[in-house]
Antibody, heavy 122, light 107 residues
């Protein structure tokens, strides 16, 4: 069974750095045709793509958040980690990781984790 | 940055056809996907590569993409199709973009 599971803090303070982990099972992060993205959704609002990483360590970041984001992976642990610096209350959202399948430009998110709600508040 | 615009809401009677549009500059030159999200749940892929349906997605879901507009069509809409729908594409720099989202209400 293929799954993705997000983990990390439920609450962070303004200006702190958020670290989220996506643990995958049922597929390998070394698979050449698959990658993992992070996507977030503020309460009641739309989805927002944040970043992705592929097996060859190719990475891409949201244009507006690029300066605050870092994505990395540990293939041996089947984990993808996202860090976001200088957190602000507007960053309060459910953060999802999703598997990317296909070849560019045909990529699509075929599997999603359940998401983890992160609240930014002092 | 690249933007995708959707109507905020679409209403449809049971059994009728719902069409949801997604507009972006030269979107037809890219490949659009569509995701369904029900309250409290994670998004689910319903259309990829403009018009392909993943395994398990009913045939009543179809997609098209041309010019500046991608369209998700739900034929014979059922109450279970009531959800938020998001289009998504990749810009020329491999940056992901989601649409603004459309709430489909089955009256």
């Amino acid at each position: 069974q293929v799954t993705l599971k997000e983990s990390g803090p439920v609450l962070v303070k303004p200006t702190e750095t958020l670290t989220l982990t996506c643990t995958v099972s049922g597929f390998s992060l070394s698979n050449a045709r698959m990658g993992v993205s992070w996507i977030r959704q503020p309460p009641g609002k739309a989805l927002e793509w944040l970043a992705h990483i592929f097996s060859n360590d190719e990475k891409s970041y949201s244009t507006s958040l690029k300066s605050r984001l870092t994505i990395s992976k540990d293939t041996s642990k089947s984990q993808v980690v996202l860090t976001m610096t200088n957190m602000d209350p507007v960053d309060t959202a459910t953060y999802y990781c999703a598997r990317i399948n296909g070849d560019y430009p045909y990529w699509y998110f075929d599997l999603w984790g359940r998401g983890t709600l992160v609240t930014v508040s002092s | 940055s690249y933007e995708l615009t959707q109507p905020p809401s679409v209403s449809v009677s049971p059994g009728q056809t719902a069409s949801i549009t997604c507009s972006g500059d030269k979107l037809g030159d890219k490949y659009a996907c569509w995701y369904q999200q029900k309250p409290g749940q994670s998004p689910v892929l319903v259309i990829y590569q403009d018009s392909k349906r993943p395994s398990g997605i009913p045939e009543r879901f179809s997609g098209s993409n041309s010019g500046n507009t991608a369209t998700l069509t739900i034929s014979g809409t059922q109450a279970m199709d009531e959800a938020d729908y998001y289009c998504q594409a990749w810009d020329s720099s491999a940056v992901g973009v989601f649409g603004t989202g459309t709430k489909v209400t089955v009256l």
